[in-house]
């Protein structure tokens, strides 16, 4: 059972543009969306977070807009550049009040950014 | 900052052989995880700690164990490596249980043949 469904699979945007990848939830218990960059041969690493107790959350370039009655959150870059191009992931946990587990990963969105 | 270490970059082993991954964090982080990271599947969850000798299974627990003797220092282990094991493995941290980022190493890629 896919607990983090993300999309699109893959995506390619002129510099400049905006784009946005979205991710949905079913687990109610969430209550930790991080998203997560990966570049060819390293580790992903932490790009942005949010908690379901605001809306939006802004970051630099990078902006996470969160619905919790959709269970629905996105990534959006602004004036995108071609060295955003990764690998993105979105993901989610039951993190406060103990008992947790690890992270659940969305399957991850290749992002281009053509000059 | 934070550094998740593994021991290996490329490894190649023997169907049937057994296999350790070795993790080391330097912060004093309370949590690890093991993830395997396969092309359209993401990174899906194996097995992960909270405390030393403690464990927790995750998504895809079968085929594999782990050990945390020490507090740095994480271990995942295939008793007896199968094809289908071959993938990309990854180690985190974190300071708190999914409340915190993880810091993740640069990942063991692993052919079994």
């Known amino acids: 059972q896919q607990q983090v469904k993300q999309s699109p699979q893959s995506l390619i945007v002129q510099k400049g543009g905006i784009p946005i990848i979205n991710c949905a939830y079913e687990?109610?218990?969430?209550?930790?969306f991080p998203w997560y960059q990966q570049f060819p041969g390293k580790g992903p690493a932490l790009l942005i977070a949010?908690?379901?107790?605001?809306s939006e959350k802004k970051e630099g370039r990078f902006t996470i807009s969160f619905n919790k009655s959709a269970k629905q959150f996105s990534l959006h870059i602004m004036d995108s550049q071609p060295g955003d191009s990764a690998t993105y992931f979105c993901?989610?946990?039951?993190?406060?009040?103990?008992?947790?587990?690890?992270?659940?990963f969305g399957k991850g969105t290749h992002l281009i950014i053509q000059p | 900052d934070v550094k998740v270490t593994q021991s290996s970059r490329y490894l190649v082993k023997r169907t049937g052989e057994k296999v350790f991954l070795e993790c080391v964090q330097d912060?004093?982080?309370?949590?690890m995880f093991w993830y395997r990271q396969d092309p359209g599947l993401g990174l899906r969850l194996i097995y992960f700690?909270?405390?030393?000798?403690?464990?927790e299974k995750g998504d895809i627990p079968e085929g594999y164990s782990v050990s945390r003797e020490k507090k740095e220092r994480f271990s995942l282990i295939l008793e007896s490596a199968s094809t289908n094991q071959t993938s990309m493995y990854l180690c985190?941290?974190?300071?708190?249980?999914?409340?915190?980022?993880?810091?993740f190493g640069s990942g063991t890629r692993l052919t079994v043949v």
């Open positions: 985190a941290s974190s300071l708190g249980r999914g409340l915190s980022g993880y810091t």
């Open positions: 687990n109610t218990a969430f209550d930790y």
């Open positions: 949010i908690r379901p107790d605001v």
């Open positions: 993901a989610a946990s039951s993190g406060s009040g103990g008992g947790a587990d690890g992270l659940t």
């Open positions: 912060m004093d982080h309370e949590n």
């Open positions: 700690s909270y405390d030393v000798k403690m464990k």
